[in-house]
């Protein structure tokens, strides 16, 4: 829950836009696909098959061009896709309009690449463009459309799985991203990335409405609803480069198995989680379905570790329901207006409200270990356990803090609420919040299946990860020695979480959270 468009909460009631800030933690038409796709050549001569392998993809030159160059107006050039995610092979329509006389696409894929950091997989031909019509609004959730045609159908065969950046590229110059998840559908022995489009969809104002506010930019008139059938705002892409990008770099660039999937698709079919060795919620990851965090949970409880890269995870309770573009196009949360989502009272386990708030309560923190507690905050992130295995390397000591880190939202654990298993609080952060005092905490604990989890505590651990570098515009004041710290930490826990359940191999949790409470005011 970043930006200055969070105003309420459903945890406690708070009068007015602070109730947002600090939460009192409570029981929660087109050309054909060949006439579109121009292939590059495969590497190495290497069969299609193996071609979609990442293992294989990894080695090949990356696209030092892949950035935006000039986003232009908003209406210079802008498009979606009409799929979430597809398997290679799969085709995918885009719709596009821009005010440019054509356009062209490339997909570039995320990765390491020997520091380019993406490469380019596929472009188009020239394709005539045309500006689209106005977006529609549905009454009653307010659910803003763009409705267009479809303006090309691209084939993905020989594609590899991974993380995709559409970037249309208008003749007058502009240019805007798509997001698109090339999934996997196995991920045994695998760490698996979650990407969250749910969330992005969530913040998305194209069209000037979003889940958080209206066109007048009210709270109250915001969205019930949300659709995947309208572009993303900005540079099309944002929440995925500023919350995802960097671990996916960091990822690829350790080398160990990956798998790539989205929480829409986790929610519909959980299949790729089977015999994963991990699973990993990338910095902001705050919209679930009760679907997706049963599943997710499943793995756990089957030796699969978790890692929560960001703080706020879990914390909102959605639905994802069709529209008239096909399934799974549609996110519904209505909030604090829970009494007026359909599925109240009769079935509070699936209103769309937060997961800790009633009806249905059920806090996220059986999942995660800890709670989400407020916004904003900008605070240093003060290590407790400094011999903890996460933190081998990185010459920390106790007591030392890397500024800013813990930030803009943040997460703790609460003593005295049951956790799944023995959890170690490894970072303990003061900070105050909205003008009171608290602490943001990092912790890490075990379950019988020997699955290890771990979450940071923080919105900010992933934009750490290229903090002084020139990659990315928010480093918040971030500086090189917390982009090391946080880079061998998120070494350490990748590179154990995929050696298999971490109880069999690494330290147990040693509890503690009552000793660190017990010492500090809460």
Not at 190 to 205: E, G, I, M, S
Not at 273 to 293: I, K, M, N, S
């Amino acid at each position: 829950m970043d930006g200055p468009e969070r105003q309420e909460s459903s945890s406690v009631p708070v009068p007015g836009p602070a109730r947002r800030r600090f939460l009192g933690l409570c029981a929660g038409v087109g050309l054909g696909a060949a006439a579109a796709c121009e292939q590059l050549a495969p590497a190495h001569g290497s069969a299609a098959h193996d071609a979609r392998l990442p293992e294989a993809e990894r080695d090949r030159p990356g696209t030092a061009d892949w950035r935006i160059g000039s986003l232009g107006a908003p209406d210079a050039v802008a498009g979606y896709a009409d799929r979430v995610s597809v398997t290679p092979g799969e085709e995918f329509g885009l719709s596009v309009s821009t005010t440019a006389a054509a356009f062209r696409v490339s997909a570039l894929r995320v990765g390491w690449y020997g520091g380019k950091q993406a490469r380019r997989v596929w472009f188009s031909p020239r394709i005539p463009g045309h500006a689209q019509r106005s977006p529609t609004i549905v009454s009653g959730t307010r659910t803003v459309r763009a409705d267009w045609p479809r303006t090309l159908t691209v084939d993905t065969t020989g594609w590899p799985e991974g993380a995709y950046l559409l970037r249309l590229e208008a003749e007058s110059g502009h240019q805007r991203y798509v997001p698109l998840v090339l999934r996997s559908t196995h991920g045994a022995g695998r760490t698996v990335l979650l990407h969250a489009p749910a969330t992005w969809q969530a913040y998305n104002r194209w069209g000037g409405l979003s889940l958080y506010a209206g066109s007048d930019g009210s709270y109250a008139g915001r969205s019930l609803a949300v659709t995947f059938d309208r572009p993303y705002d900005q540079n099309g892409a944002e929440k995925f480069l500023v919350y995802e990008w960097a671990a996916v770099v960091l990822a690829e660039r350790l080398g160990i198995p990956l798998a790539y999937t989205t929480g829409t698709d986790v929610h519909a079919d959980p299949g790729v989680l089977a015999g994963a060795t991990a699973v990993v919620c990338l910095g902001h990851d705050e919209y679930w379905t009760p679907e997706q965090r049963r599943h997710v949970t499943a793995a756990r409880d089957a030796g699969t570790n978790i890692a929560f890269l960001g703080a706020n995870t879990c914390f909102r309770r959605v639905r994802i329901e069709a529209s008239d573009t096909g399934p799974g196009r549609t996110v519904v949360c209505y909030k604090s207006s829970y009494t007026a989502d359909p599925c109240f009272p009769a079935r509070p386990a699936l209103v769309t409200t937060d997961f800790r708030a009633a009806p249905g309560a059920d806090p996220e923190s059986s999942l995660t270990g800890v709670l989400y507690e407020g916004y904003p905050v900008d605070a240093p992130y003060v290590v407790t356990a400094p011999d903890h295995w996460l933190y081998e390397g990185t010459g920390v000591h106790a007591g030392e803090g890397f500024g800013h880190l813990v930030g803009a939202e943040y997460d703790r654990v609460l003593p005295g609420t049951a956790a799944p298993g023995p959890l170690e609080i490894t970072a303990h952060s003061p900070l105050v919040c909205d003008g009171r005092r608290s602490h943001g905490d990092s912790a890490y604990y075990t379950v019988p299946s020997g699955a290890g989890v771990f979450a940071t505590g923080t919105m900010r651990w992933v934009e750490a990860l290229m903090a002084a570098t020139g990659d990315g515009s928010r480093h918040h004041g971030m500086d090189a020695a917390t982009r090391a710290f946080v880079t061998r930490t998120t070494e350490n826990l990748l590179r154990a979480f995929a050696e298999g359940p971490a109880a069999h191999h690494r330290p147990a949790p040693r509890p503690n959270a009552a000793q660190v409470y017990g010492t500090a005011s809460a």
